[in-house]
C-alpha cells in the first residue's frame, strides 16, 4: 500500500499514520520529497484501505497488489489449460460449447446435440435448473432434465456443462456434468463458490453483469483457494446506460482477462447479445478477440422453446457461424473443431 | 402486450403474428391506423416479449403489466406497515436500524448497542455471516456472533436484523433475529427467495448492485408468493460510472418505489456512500426525500472495526445526525423516535 | 506521480523506467522493498500515466496530484461565495433558481416570474437558445425571449439565468442575463469554456450526463484558469443503468464536490428527475445534502408548455416545496429566503 | 404513440387522455379490452409522451415511431455507400483510417503517413485541434498542423480526416480535408451539427461517451436534415462501470446500428481500448462483427507523442494488425486493401 500525504500533511499527521500503519501488522517506508510525504507499507498484516484514506492529512491510498493471488499472472505466469476428457480449454483451440437454454424433452435435447455435434461442438451446453428473475417463470425440470442431457452429450460423445444454483445442488450436478457452470447472479454467491472449492471437476464462472474484472477474479479466487484449480471464466455481457441491447458484451473483457490472469476465458455471445441476430456478429468479436471458447444457445426449435428462445440460435445459423469462426480463427494462431473427434465415453 | 408493427408490415406477416399470438394462449385485438397496425393482446397465456419482437415486420413490442403482482400497488393500494413487536416499519414514523457492521467481541457489542439505543435506534443490526468479495477477508463469527447480538438487542430492548446468506443459514438465525436481512448479492439467489417465502418474520431486502427497481420486485416477489407478506426494501447504492464514491446512493429509488409498490422501503446511506463522511448527509437525504427508515453501520471504536470500519459511524457523529433527522422528518409530517419505548422483550 | 513496479521487475527495466520518467521532466525518489521498489516522481515536467503504465515492469502508476488546480480546495481551502447584485451563492442561505424551461409569451413568462418571487425564489431562470437532441423539436425564441426573460426578471426584482450554447451566442446572453447557463451537454465544449473564463459574470455549469467530478472539475478550470472566478457548479443527473428515472439524481456529488472544491454547488431536481412528482422529493433530498442552491422549472399552466412540461411544476407545488424547505435547511444551520429581499435594479 | 390506461382508469380518465391527445394534433383510436383501455395516437401533431405519462389513470405511453427519420432505415433501407475520391465508405471494402494522434512535427506527420499508406490505410486520420480535458494539456498546432497532414496526405495519395471542435473552424477544416471529424465529446453540440447539415463534405460523427445509439442517430439527423447526406457513425467506447478499460468497446453497437439506420459505421478501437496493446483484439473483433471501417491512432514513435501515445501504435504493430483484418473480413464477404491504389489527386 502507498499512502499519499497531503501537500499540508503536518509531522503530527504522518506520524499518526505511520503509527496505526504499523498497528496494522505493516512495515512503513517513509519517503519525503519537496511538497509531499510518500508512505509504502508492505508486510504480512492487513492495511484497511478505507481507514487510512481517512486519517488526516492523507491524501490517497493506493493499493500495490490485487486482492487476487492464486488467479493471477503473477502468481503463474503460464497459461492454464483445463481438460475434460481430451478436451483442451484454453489450449490451440478454440472449444465450443452449444445446446439450448433448458432442457424441455428427449426430443428437444437430442435433436439439439446432433445439430451442434454436427456442426463441430465439443461441449453440450443445458439447463436443469434455471435462475429466472421471476417466480412466475419456468424453472427448469430439475434432475429429469439432466438425465435427459447426460443421455444426449453420451449419444453425441460430448461432456456436458449445467448450471448449479445453490449449494444443495452440486452433489446432484456433479453426478451427470462434467464442468459445473455458476451462473451471473450467483457469482458472489460465497457459500457456493467455497463448496466447489472441494469439487473435483472444472467451474464455468460466469462473469456477474455488474462484476468489475477485479471481482471476477475474486470469485475465480474462491473456488481455487478452495483446491479446485479448474476455473473458466466465461464473459457473457455487463449492464451499461444502453437499452438497444439486452446487455453490453464486454469483448474488451477478453484480452484484459488474458493479461492479468492465467485462467481460460469464453464468451457468452447468447446472453452477451439478447437476441439471435446478434449472436452471429458478437460470436465472431470474441473469437477474433481472442475467447479460449464460446458458449452458445442453439435449440432445434426456438420460437417455442420454453425459455430464452429470442436469443437461441436455429441449427443452420449455428452452422454457418461454425464455417465463419474457421476462417477466424487462424488470423490469431488458432483452430476450430476440424475433424471429428474419437468417441471418449464420458459420464459412464 | 402491445405489438406494434412496421408501416411496411405485410398482411400475411401481420396474420403471423395474430396466429403465434394466438398459439401463446392471448386474446388478441386488431387496430389498424393510417400507417401502422398495432395488435393489443390479453389473457392468461404466456407471450414471449423476445420472440414476438423477432417477428418479420414486427416493430417494437411493449408490456403493458409488470411482472411483478403481489408487490405492486395495482393490486394493494393502501402502504403496508409491517410490525415486529410494537414497532410499525412503514407507518408516520421513520424507524432507524443502527450497529455494527459485524460482531467482534462482547464488549463491542454491547457497547455499540447501548450507544445507538440511548440516540434512538430502536432496531440493531450486526452481521454473524459476512459476504466478502475475497476470500482472505475476516467472514464474521458465526452462531458466536448471533449470540452477542440477541444478548445485546435483548439488554437494550431492541429487535435485531441480521444477514442471512445461504438456505442453510435460515434456522439459525430465525432463532437468533427479528428480521432477516437478505444482502445486496443475494437478491437475485432465488432458491434462498423462495425458502424465506416460508419464513413468519419479516425480510428486509436490499437492492443488488446493479438491480433495476423492477428486478427488485421480482425479487419481493418471491418472498411475497411463498406467503410471506412482511418484506421490507432497502436501497443502498448502485453501480455507476462515478468512482468518487463507492456506489451512487439511488435516493430517487425512494419515491419511485413508493408509488410502483405498496411495500415500505428503508435507506442503508453507510453501504450507499461508503465512507463515513458522507453517510450524514445522505441519510439526511434519505429522509427528506421520505424514506420509512434508515439502517446505519455504527461502531463504538470504528477505526478498529474488522470490517466496513471507514464507513461506520463514531456514537457521537450518530447522535448528532438523529437530532438533525429530528429537525427534517416533520417537514414530510413523520417523526423519529421521539419518546422512550417501553421494555418489549423480544427473542426470549 | 508513483510508480509501483512488479515484484519480478528487473533493475534494468526500474532503471528505464526512472530514465523515461526523468526525460519527462521528473525527479524521481527510489524507494526499494523486499518484494517492491517503488518510485515516486515530482517536479515541473509533464509524465504521461498511460505511457509509463506500458512500460516493461511497471504495475501501477499512481497520480499524486488532481489534474486540476484553481478549482481545488487545496488551492483555495475557504469556501467561494458568489455575489449577483445581493444576492450570495455560496453562504448561509440557499438561493433558489426558478422558472420556466423555455420563453414562449410575456404572459407566460411574466406570470410564472410572479409566482417564483412571491414563493421565495431569488433569480429567475428561462431559456432562449435550447439544446434538444431533435432538430424537429422547438428550439426557443432566441433573442425576443432573452427580451421577455429580462423584462420579467426586471419587474419582478429578480437576477436572470439563461443558457449560453455557443460562443456565438456570448454578447448576446451578456447584454440580458446576470449569470451565463452551460448546458450539461456543453461541459466539455472548451471553445466555449474558454471564452466564459474571459466573461465578467458567473458561470453556472452543469455537470455533463456522464461526467466523473474529476472531468467536472476539470470543466470548471477552464473558466477559472481564463481569470473568471464565479464558478457554480450544479448537479442534474447522471446516466446509469437505471430506466425508472430519466436520470439518476447523484445526491452524493453534492458533499463530494464540496469536500473537493471550494466552489458552490448546486442542485437541479427537474432534470433530475425528469418528472414533476420526482421534483419536490429530489430537492428536499439535494438542500437536506447540503446544496448551495436550487434551480428548479416552474411553469405558469405545465400542461401546455412547449418543452420539458412534464418535468416542471406547478406554482402551487412549488409554494409547498419552498414551504418544506424552510424547516429543512435549519437543520443543517441553513436559510431560504425567509423575508422580502428590497429591491435592487439588476439589468437596468 | 400507444397510451396503456391502468386497469382501474375511469371513463372520465380516458376521455381526458383522449381530448388531450386530439388537442395536441392526434387521431386516436380506442381499443378496450377485458381489464384495460389501449388508446393508439397517429398524425401530424405532436404529442408529448411526458405529459401523457402524468395523466391520471395512465399506466404506461409507448412512442411507436423512431424520433429520426432520415437515418432511418424505414426511410431508407438500402445501406448508403459515402465516396470520397475513389474511396467507397460502406462497400465491401473495410476502409482503414489511421495516422497520430496529433500533429507535431513534418517528421512525424510523414513518417507515420508514409507507414500506415504502406501497410494499407486509404485515409489519414490527424488532429490540429484537440478537445483536452484539462486546459493544461497540449491544445494542437491549428492551422499549422492542417498544414502538414494535408502535405503529408498528398504525397501519400491518401484522404485527410481531422476534427472540428467548433463552428468558427469549419471553413479552415474545410479548405484542407476531405471529411469533417466530430468527436464524442461534440456529439450533441447542436450548433455545430447543424452548420455541418451544411457542408459538402462528409462528417464522421463519432458517438458521445454516454450517448445511447438513438441519440447517436439523432445527431446524424441533425446533419442529414441540413441536407448533407455524407454520415459516417463511429464507435468509439462508452462510459460503464468497468474501470480496467478507459472506456468499454461497444462491438454490439455495430449490427445494431446497421439494422436501425443505413448509414455506414465504423469502429475507433484506439479510444475504445485506450492502451496500445488492447488496441489489435479490438480492431480485429470490430472487423468481425461487420464494421464498415476502422479509424486508428498510428505514431512513428508512440512513446514520445504529444497526446494519446499511450494508445497510439508502433507501425509495425499496424502492419501485423493489417495481415490479420486480411484473414479475417472474408469471413464475412468482405476485403481490406489488397492492392496499390492508383494515385487519385486529393485536396490539390
Redesign the interface.
Known amino acids: 500500500m ?1 499512502v ?1 500525504m ?3 500533511a503536518t509531522e503530527a499527521q504522518i506520524e499518526h499514520v505511520v503509527a ?1 500503519l504499523v498497528e496494522m501488522g505493516m ?1 512503513v ?1 517513509r ?1 519525503t ?4 510525504t ?1 508512505l ?1 507499507a ?1 508486510g504480512q498484516g492487513h492495511a ?4 487510512i ?2 486519517l488526516d492529512g492523507v ?2 491510498v ?1 493499493r ?1 497488489s490485487e ?2 493471488k492464486l488467479a493471477s499472472r ?1 502468481f503463474k505466469p503460464e497459461a492454464t489449460v483445463i481438460t475434460v476428457g481430451d478436451i483442451r480449454i484454453g489450449g490451440d483451440e478454440v472449444i465450443v460449447m452449444a445446446g439450448p437454454c433448458s432442457a424441455e424433452t428427449e426430443q428437444q435435447v437430442r435433436t439439439t446435440a446432433a445439430a451442434v455435434r454436427r456442426a463441430g461442438a465439443k461441449i453440450f451446453r443445458g439447463g436443469a435448473f434455471k ?6 417463470s419456468f424453472q427448469g425440470l430439475g434432475e429429469a432434465g439432466l438425465v435427459l442431457l447426460r443421455d444426449a452429450a453420451r449419444a453425441e460423445n460430448m461432456a456436458l456443462v449445467s448450471e448449479v ?4 445442488q452440486i452433489e446432484l450436478i456433479d453426478r451427470y456434468c462434467d464442468i459445473f457452470q455458476v451462473g451471473a ?2 457469482m ?5 463458490l ?1 463448496e466447489l472449492g472441494h469439487a473435483r471437476k472444472p467451474v464455468l464462472l460466469k462473469r456477474g ?2 462484476a ?4 471476477w477474479l ?2 475465480a ?2 473456488v481455487l ?1 478452495g483446491g479446485n484449480t479448474g476455473v473458466i471464466l466465461c464473459e457473457r455481457g ?8 439486452r446487455n ?9 482477462v488474458q ?2 490472469s492465467h485462467l481460460p476465458v469464453v464468451a457468452d455471445p447468447s446472453h ?7 449472436v452471429t ?2 460470436a ?7 475467447a479460449d471458447g464460446l458458449i452458445i444457445e442453439v435449440h432445434c426449435d ?2 417455442r ?1 420454453l425459455s ?4 437461441s440460435m436455429f441449427p443452420a445459423q449455428f452452422d454457418r457461424l461454425m464455417a ?2 474457421r ?2 480463427a ?3 494462431g488458432r483452430s476450430i473443431c476440424l475433424e471429428t473427434v474419437a468417441r471418449r465415453g464420458w459420464g459412464q
Do not use: C, W
Not at 468489475?212 to 471481482?215: Q, Y
Not at 455487463?238 to 441491447?245: G, H, N, S, V, W
Not at 452477451?272 to 446478434?278: S, V
Open positions: 502507498v499519499v497531503e501537500e499540508r496505526r512495515d517506508h519517503s520529497g519537496i511538497t509531499r510518500v509504502g508492505v484497511d484501505k478505507g481507514l484514506e481517512l491524501h490517497e493506493v500495490i486482492p487476487y503473477t435462475p429466472r428473475s421471476s417466480p412466475y444454483m445453490d449449494v444443495s447472479r450467483n458472489q454467491n460465497f457459500t457456493l467455497r453483469i455488474s468489475t474484472i477485479e471481482e475474486l470469485s479466487e474462491y483457494s455487463i449492464r451499461t446506460f444502453e437499452t438497444a441491447t453490453t458484451f464486454d469483448v474488451s473483457a477478453i484480452p484484459v493479461k492479468l452477451g447479445a439478447g437476441r439471435r441476430d446478434m456478429p458478437m465472431r468479436a470474441a473469437v477474433a478477440a481472442g426456438p420460437d422453446a430464452d428462445g429470442a436469443q465463419e469462426l476462417i477466424i487462424p488470423a490469431i
